[in-house]
């Protein structure tokens, strides 16, 4: 936070934020979030606060900077349905995201919006809605699945954080002696594991890889034994 702190200065005019955070699963704390608007304090900054995964917290509490004092009107909450309502009222092919500013707030449809607009945008305030059992079903399996996931540490040559949110693991992989990209490649080739290399995020993802936990405990358990099978043979 100091060094961020130290970023911000009358030449800046937009902070963008992402927790829970997409590779890495972290989550900003109430602490982290009011730094942050401490050190923005009167400026003329807007903040873009990407919370997709809001609703898909396994350890603490989510905070959003819109709810500190006096920051509402100068924030863009970015948000959505398919990550956190997964079941027949709104299916994952079908995008529905929101966007708000202040008080006011608009839906955005990335994909074929003339064609799909309507139906998707109901199916969301259904979805919203309706029965909520069904969240709480994926945020049953996905606490599952994101301790199962967190088993990359049992891999020669990786480590790993466990998750606080999101549905991503993001092990470091220094210690395989590949580089990322090279490494993700080999591992979806060889060994019919899709990872994303972290390289995908920026420079500083450099030795590391992302993976999704957003599946069965036992496909995930499949996938760890196909990536531990294949770094035992080639490393």
Known sequence: MNELAGLINDRTKLIILNSPQNPTGGVLTKKDIEEIAAAI???NVMVMSDEIYSRLIFEGE?????SVDGMKDRCILLDG???????????????????????????IDDELQLVHRGFTQMAGV????????????????QKATRRNGSRPDKIKGFSCRLPKGAFYVF????GTGWPSKKLADALLDEAGVAGLSGTAFGDFGEGYLRFSVANSIENIEKALDRVGAWVNQHL
Do not use: W, Y
Request: proline share 5%; aromatic share 2%; hydrophobic share 30%.
């Open 41 to 43: 304090g009167d400026r």
């Open 81 to 107: 349905f398919s990550k956190n309502i997964r079941d027949d009222r709104l299916a994952d092919g079908l995008r529905s995201d929101a966007c708000r500013s202040g008080d006011a707030c608009c839906a």
């Open 62 to 66: 989510h905070h959003s900077i819109m």
């Open 171 to 174: 092990p470091n992989i220094t």
């Open 126 to 141: 259904e979805a919203l809605r309706g029965p909520q059992d069904p969240l709480s079903d994926v945020r049953r399996i």
